[in-house]
């Protein structure tokens, strides 16, 4: 795969995942300019996020049904002219269906992914997937603040209209600089529904790396969830923007992933996930030392939330390319089984966290964040084990 098509991948996997994230910075701009209540703005967010969950079950299994040029550059047309109708809503309703529209067909990342891994050398599988996730958290945290500041200036309709535009220009791009390929399955559509399913049932390594990156990405959610109440609260009594602020150390994420996709390359997924999952550990250890308040306890904040940031995000390298190395035809269906299972995790780790928040506090969430790395590492060694 040529450096130019792999530029072209990840600038659209950036603005795809930016696309789900962006609206988080705009909501009270968004209820203060249709003059609604404050909290009418989450509606929005909540719509985005519910049609990119059902866009990944229900979109991502037909990149290996459909050819993936025609399929990326029809998914990145119908994001934008989604964004468009948003940028243009005249209230909230049509808005809220926009949103849900955006979410649905902005899957381009996970559709990009297999398509990604099935171009590169075998050799260079975890550098690709390490450069295109680096593309992702890159939309990731820069979405918020370039919405955050252009709706400021000028008006909560201008970000939408600008990421309506990127996709336009990105549909254009990837008609003319995807390379033709031959779809991989033939199945109709209710069989590609169900094949994640049989996949997980079937792929002992798929259901592995699936129990990996949901018990680390459900610390990872517990502890991120959380985070708002304790900065916010006694111990350090600051606003919301530190939080935004401290979200920014994971831009370290971005030099961190490629570097994991090339060790994976080297010395295969194992060895990069056992770290990780040590890296999880060591980052609840000091993230405990946060509940101790003034600038020791922040620093111990900072430190670990960048140490549980690179861990999950290289885990996740390693559990991607141990994935698409299963099955070739089957990348896009593997794909949305992993990716389910992660988001499950995620979910299950904010709802977990929050109740142990109420019950322990901050030195609770962090034993929580401790015993889901130590369940990943607990099945990681039995696996190493078992083939020993």
Do not use: K
């Not at 049509?94 to 559709?111: Q, R």
């Not at 970000?159 to 995807?178: D, E, I, Q």
């Not at 060790?263 to 194992?270: C, I, K, T, W």
């Not at 904040?301 to 089957?330: E, H």
Request: proline share 6%; aromatic share 6%.
């Amino acid at each position: 795969m040529s450096r130019r098509i792999l530029v072209v991948l990840t600038v659209t996997c950036a603005v795809a995942v930016g696309n789900v994230y962006f609206p988080q910075a705009i909501g009270p701009l968004v209820a203060a300019g249709l003059h609604l209540p404050p909290d009418a703005g989450a509606l929005v967010v909540t719509a985005t996020q519910t049609g990119y969950t059902a866009g990944i079950v229900l979109l991502v299994p037909l990149g290996d049904r459909v050819p993936h040029r025609p399929f990326l550059v029809s998914l990145l047309a119908l994001t934008g002219l989604g964004l468009l109708a948003a940028g243009c809503a005249p209230a909230l309703p049509l808005l809220v269906a926009a949103s849900a529209l955006v979410g649905l067909t902005t899957v381009a990342a996970p559709v990009v992914a297999p398509l990604a891994a099935g171009l590169a050398a075998a050799g260079r599988r975890g550098a690709v997937i390490g450069t295109l996730l680096s593309g992702s958290t890159g939309g990731m945290l820069l979405a918020r603040t370039f919405s955050g500041g252009l709706g400021e200036w000028l008006g909560w309709r201008a970000p939408y209209l600008v990421a309506a535009a990127l996709a336009l220009f990105l549909a254009a791009a990837l008609a003319v600089t995807v390379p033709v390929t031959a779809a991989s399955s033939r199945q109709p559509y209710p069989a590609l529904l169900a094949e994640p399913l049989r996949l997980l049932l079937t792929e002992p390594e798929l259901r592995r790396s699936c129990v990996y990156q949901a018990a680390v990405f459900a610390g990872f959610s517990a502890v991120w969830t959380c985070l708002a109440l304790l900065l916010t609260g006694p111990a350090y009594g600051l606003d919301a923007r530190a939080v935004g602020m401290l979200a920014l150390v994971g831009a370290a994420t971005m030099l961190c992933t490629p570097v994991a996709g090339r060790l994976v390359d080297r010395v295969g997924p194992d060895p990069v996930n056992l770290v990780c999952m040590l890296g999880v550990l060591i980052s609840a250890v000091v993230l405990a030392a946060g509940s101790l308040g003034g600038v020791p306890g922040l620093a111990a904040v900072t430190f670990g939330t960048l140490l549980l940031d690179v861990a999950m995000q290289c885990g996740m390298v390693a559990n991607q390319a141990r994935v698409y190395a299963l099955r070739p035809d089957a990348r896009g269906r593997l794909n949305t089984a992993y990716m389910t299972c992660a988001y499950l995790g995620g979910s299950a780790g904010s709802w977990l966290g929050v109740r142990v928040w109420g019950a322990a506090g901050w030195p609770g969430v962090c034993a929580l964040a401790a015993l889901l790395g130590a369940l990943a590492l607990a099945r990681h060694l039995l696996a190493l084990a078992h083939r020993r």
